[in-house]
RNA sequence: GAGGCUAUAGUUCAACGGAUAGAAUAAAUCCCUUCUAAGGAUUAGAUGACAGUUCGAUUCUGUCUAGCCUCACCA
């Protein structure tokens, strides 16, 4: 990579200073003006030199070897030097790009590691909710993204099935009286056992007695009670077959389910060695991890019943995913913040006990919430807003304001969904508000699909291939050849970043970048030498944008 | 009480410690005999407060203010 090569040059360079205690930058400064790439080492080597920036700066563009690809060199202002590289490398990699050859460049963990990214995790008996929809977006950029740099990526999903919340729905159904089995289609079984998960933490709350019943159940599900398994595995697979095609909707798909109840058992055999091994300690009758030696939180992983814990369980779900697909080097568990207690404790746990499988490589990646704007979702008081309910009002709002097919609408739809929450970092709460969160234009996918739709419909009117393209490129043509060349580090910085929306917004600035460039020069009707040199872009920007897409885990349309 | 996260235009979001703080949206006006107008152009608006570090701070540090989250038997 050019990059890399130009900050190779400037550590050569460096080289001639002596020994120098300094990080050599290099980014593609934020106004083009000042070049394809700026370093601001120079600035800040003045300390250490004690002398002139702007010296400093010119000396290291003196010592700096000659490169073929680099086309000017400036040293400018208060010390930065910029970099300008050649059209005819730019011109090389729109020329790939149209080929659909991005050669992104290999991740900094290294080539060919095993990740593990592990995302959506609903719980069974409630619904999947627009929150799920921002995770399940998010995991399965990131999935994408760590492919597309070299890696070896497995997509898992951990699901609760166990626990305190389906014993509430169970109960709910059991004092409804309600006919169960009378059910038939998916949506009859997914509102009736929302409901009745909303009625039985209504009475858990309120009804001693009830709380009593649900904690029962809680039992009876652990301990496999045929009282209560026939009717806990229906419903749970009612909700399993409801997340399938929500899966299927919004285009992720798993190597690996995991389910809590897989875990219980297991989780309690680590949990006892770990206590005889002196990593968890006996307190009130529970078994529990004293974080204070660690600065971390005391938590419980076996409670005073002797049933294991969220963190018990999280022991056995470890040990399962760092030993069924070989070896993983680094586990991304894409979860809300108000888990960050529980996985700084889990991870620690899981270090103590075999630092060689664990340590460095449990990652937390932080999503924030998706809140409304009059508070926060709760099923207990019913005002979740439904993922699926979602995309079918936007796509309703996509065909009443334009015409077009169902199908089309169907996949802008979740294309517009997914984009923005992909579009915005993933530290950042959302105020949902449909009107407002959901955008259908501007910074939007239907704005990045339009534009791709685009440019194949000039390319389908072109007779002759672009592939011969020269470089004769004006002013407008280089901006969008400079803007192309970046794809692919934009891609490895969101990978480094963790990060899906810095592709999102390159993805916007080009399109945006294009739509100016197709207003202002007509493409078909240019002379040969440009129109060719045109359609070049044209062609590259679709494929940018559509592989670009892809990687956020957003299907094009060829027509709208 | 302890710890963590957040604070940028009316609103929703951007900006590895870098150069003139970018967009979208809402408003007004203009551009379809011209490659898809789901597009483009023009016009206004912002770094919570106070210090500090630095050649340079929206970014780092401290204090304050406001909001959210977590801190033992839920998941």
């Not at 470089?471 to 794809?487: C, H, M, P, S, T």
Request: charged share 30%.
């Amino acid at each position: 990579m050019v990059k890399d090569k130009i900050v190779e040059n400037l550590f050569l360079s460096l080289k001639k200073f002596g020994h120098l205690d300094a990080e050599i930058d290099l980014q593609p400064p934020t106004n083009s003006a000042h070049g394809d790439y700026s370093t601001s080492v120079a600035l800040k080597l003045t300390k250490q030199l004690k002398k002139n920036p702007m010296e400093i700066a010119e000396e290291i563009k003196k010592n700096l070897p000659k490169t073929d690809f680099i086309e000017k060199i400036e040293v400018v202002k208060p010390g930065f030097i910029n970099f300008w590289i050649s059209d005819d490398y730019f011109l090389d990699y729109a020329r790939k790009a149209s080929e659909e050859k991005f050669d992104f460049p290999a991740f900094h963990l290294g080539k060919n590691k095993k990740i593990m990214v592990e995302f959506a995790h609903p719980n069974t008996h409630k619904l999947f909710h627009i929150g799920h929809l921002r995770n399940i977006s998010t995991g399965e950029a990131i999935v994408r993204i760590f492919s597309a740099v070299g890696n070896k990526v497995v997509p898992v999903n951990y699901q609760g099935d166990v626990g305190l919340h389906i014993a509430k729905c169970l109960y709910g159904i059991r004092q409804s009286g309600a006919d169960w089995k009378k059910f038939k289609t998916p949506k009859e079984k997914i509102e009736f056992i929302g409901k009745m998960y909303t009625e039985g933490t209504q009475a858990y709350e309120k009804n001693e007695k009830a709380k009593e019943e649900i904690l029962e159940i809680n039992e009876m599900i652990y301990n496999e009670s045929p009282e209560i398994i026939p009717l806990w595995k229906e419903t749970r697979q009612w909700s399993l077959d409801y997340f399938g095609e929500v899966y299927k909707r919004v285009s992720s798909r798993f190597d690996r389910f995991y389910f809590e109840s897989e875990f219980y058992k297991r989780g309690l055999e680590i949990c006892k060695k770990a206590l005889n091994d002196g990593v968890l300690e006996k307190s009130q009758g529970a078994i529990v991890f004293n974080g204070k030696k660690y600065g971390l939180d005391t938590r419980v992983f076996i409670n005073s019943k002797g049933f294991p814990t969220y963190e018990g369980k999280e022991l056995a779900l470890a040990e399962k995913e760092f030993s069924e697909f070989g070896e993983l080097d680094h586990n991304i568990h894409v979860v809300t913040p108000e888990q960050t207690s529980f996985f700084k404790v889990t991870f620690k746990v899981q270090e103590l006990l075999d630092g060689k499988k664990y340590k460095n490589k449990q990652y937390h990646l932080i999503y924030e919430w998706v809140k409304l704007k009059t508070g926060k979702m709760s099923s207990r008081e019913g005002n979740v807003i439904e993922g699926n309910w979602l995309i079918d009002q936007i796509k309703e709002k996509i065909l009443k304001q334009f015409k077009g097919d169902e199908k089309t609408a169907e996949t802008l739809a979740v294309a517009s969904v997914k984009y923005s929450f992909l579009k915005q970092g993933t530290d950042s709460p959302i105020a949902f508000d449909i009107d407002e969160s959901v955008a259908v234009d501007g910074n939007s996918a239907p704005y990045l699909i339009y534009t791709y739709v685009r440019c194949q419909s000039v390319l389908k009117k072109a007779s002759v291939s672009p592939d011969t393209a020269v470089i004769d490129a004006g002013v407008d043509e280089l901006n969008i050849l400079r803007k192309l060349y970046q794809f692919s580090e934009v891609v490895l910085k969101a990978a480094e970043n963790y990060s899906p929306s810095l592709i999102a917004n390159y993805l916007y600035e080009l399109s945006s970048q294009f739509n100016l460039f197709y207003q202002k020069n007509p493409i078909l009707k240019a002379e040969e030498k440009t129109r060719e040199l045109r359609l070049l872009i044209t062609k590259a920007t679709a494929k940018v944008i559509k592989k670009g897409l892809e990687l956020l885990g957003i299907i094009t349309v060829e027509k709208m």
